[in-house]
């Protein structure tokens, strides 16, 4: 089967039977997308063919690549509309395309990624290099989904799939140290609070493992100084400091530096080949 | 991307990318972001898509598209930037997540209070999870619970002798109350706790009396 062979296809001929990544064109930025997308094709024509499933002259045909394109013609009431077969794929590898194609393109909502990355993850028996080799995905993003799937209670999978965002989601995880329970109450609070405060919630509860809900959040609204200490040192080393730097001209903070390496090192606080 | 550039025309395609080029870094910007965002826009309509500008210029599409963000802001940022009082390509790329309504008074404190795009950042998610308070509120709310930065000065024990409450008076009086913190004394220190703006203050002061800093602070103790 040649995958370059572009066709006119009747539209009649296609349904769609689910082997699109993609779920969410029932929104309302996938409906507002959509008529952009339908509005552009009218004026410009469609610039790249979609991608079928099946061989020509079997219909009905499923549409592995360009689910949008194909609902932007329905939008236009096109009756033909061009495409390419990729010919009989099984299930996977109809995924893999459907998956690498829309990874480039509009960005695909939580559950749609969830899925496709749980799925390839299962599939290449955990080899995270394969799902990142066909999702294009960060090997610490992959393992971030696996983990929200492995670990979140389903309190949270639900808020994810409303809008949660993943570190808030990680966050709770974290904060509630494996307590499920605690999780669940603390993700109501997370979302009540700024980042700043979320970061130190997460903070205080690797510190106080134990405390309560009530007890993490009350410390995650109080700011904490962060401090940098500005040493003033007394005359005569300040003068000595001062010669030092004018003879071997170099600036305060460098001498600083090397003078703290160095004792580090001799005092055996800091190897060698770290120095 | 031969196909492409055969059919541009090439001293539009070349000035618009010398352009780019010269002015990617912030520094050494010679153009505002303005003009650096409409030329990426103009080689992104000559070569059909970002992707082929970015291999173009070698840089990435996901900086051409926060310099293209800028499209995207109310006229009023967009004259900021064309004045060139709004400098950063990040700040006008999250400038350009809020409503119009939210990015002009953010674009008034990244202007007047010095606002980072980090804390623009980190004030979105708070915004859209409440919609009805308003945006001032919204600001103040999320930049209260930011950790405070302390400048701690520490005094080893042969500077010990000096009357506190003087020294607190001080202070206070060049670098003004909201500036001073604390001051906190143990066995073999003193820490005086100001904040960085406190601390800039008073280098600013040593500079003018030609005097180091430590120089300074011995001559506040005395």
């Not at chain 1, 492995?150 to 709770?172: F, H, N, P, V, Y």
């Not at chain 1, 999780?183 to 700024?194: G, H, S, Y």
């Not at chain 1, 493992?209 to 962060?226: G, I, R």
């Not at chain 2, 004030?123 to 209260?144: G, T």
């Amino acid at each position: 089967m040649d995958i370059t062979k572009v066709l006119e296809v009747l539209m009649k001929d296609i349904k769609l039977q689910g082997s699109n990544v993609r779920s969410d064109l029932d929104s309302p930025n996938s409906k507002e997308g959509l008529n952009e997308l339908a509005q552009n094709i009218s004026v410009n024509g469609l610039l790249q063919p979609i991608v079928l499933r099946g061989e020509n002259g079997k219909p009905p045909y499923d549409v592995i690549v360009g689910q949008r394109r194909f609902l932007a013609h329905q939008v236009l009431g096109t009756e033909t509309i061009k495409a390419t077969f990729s010919g009989e794929i099984d299930n996977m590898n109809a995924l893999l395309l459907s998956l690498s194609e829309n990874m480039c393109r509009q960005e695909m909502n939580y559950e749609d990624t969830q899925r496709a990355i749980t799925t390839l993850y299962t599939y290449y028996d955990k080899d995270e290099k394969k799902v990142q080799s066909h999702t294009g995905f960060s090997i610490r993003m992959i393992r971030s989904y696996v983990r929200i799937e492995e670990q979140a209670t389903e309190k949270i999978k639900d808020l994810l799939k409303k809008g949660l965002s993943m570190a808030d989601a990680k966050r709770a995880i974290d904060a509630s140290q494996g307590d499920r329970e605690k999780a669940d109450a603390l993700i109501d609070e997370i979302l009540k609070l700024t980042t700043y405060e979320k970061k130190r919630l997460v903070e205080s509860s690797s510190k106080s493992p134990k405390a309560s809900v009530a007890e993490l959040v009350s410390d995650a609204k109080k700011p904490k100084w962060e401090e940098t200490i500005v040493i003033n040192l007394p005359t005569e080393i300040s003068n000595a400091v001062r010669k030092a730097t004018e003879k071997l001209s170099i600036d305060a903070e460098q001498l600083a530096m090397d003078v703290l390496v160095s004792w580090l090192k001799t005092n055996d606080f800091l190897l060698e080949a770290n120095g | 991307m031969i196909f492409y550039l055969k059919q541009m025309d090439d001293s539009k395609i070349n000035a618009a990318t010398a352009r780019i080029l010269l002015s990617t870094k912030r520094k050494s910007r010679q153009y505002s972001i303005y003009e650096i965002a409409s030329d990426i826009l103009f080689l992104k309509n000559e070569t059909g898509s970002i992707n082929h500008v970015a291999k173009l210029i070698g840089i990435s599409t996901g900086m051409l598209n926060q310099f293209l963000s800028v499209f995207k802001l109310p006229s009023e940022i967009v004259e900021l930037i064309k004045q060139r009082k709004i400098e950063s390509v990040s700040i006008a790329h999250h400038l350009a997540k809020f409503n119009n309504n939210d990015a002009i008074q953010l674009a008034k404190y990244v202007i007047n209070e010095g606002l980072t795009s980090q804390e623009l950042r980190n004030i979105l998610p708070y915004r859209r999870k409440n919609l009805s308070e308003p945006v001032i509120d919204i600001i103040k709310r999320v930049l209260d619970s930011k950790n405070i930065k302390v400048s701690v000065i520490r005094f080893t024990s042969s500077d010990l002798k000096i009357n506190i409450s003087e020294f607190e008076l001080k202070v206070t009086e060049l670098i003004g109350k909201e500036n001073f913190l604390a001051i906190e004394k143990s066995n073999t220190n003193i820490d005086l706790k100001i904040t960085p703006i406190g601390e800039k203050i008073l280098r600013e002061i040593a500079k003018k009396k030609k005097v180091s800093f430590q120089e300074l602070i011995k001559q506040i103790i005395k």
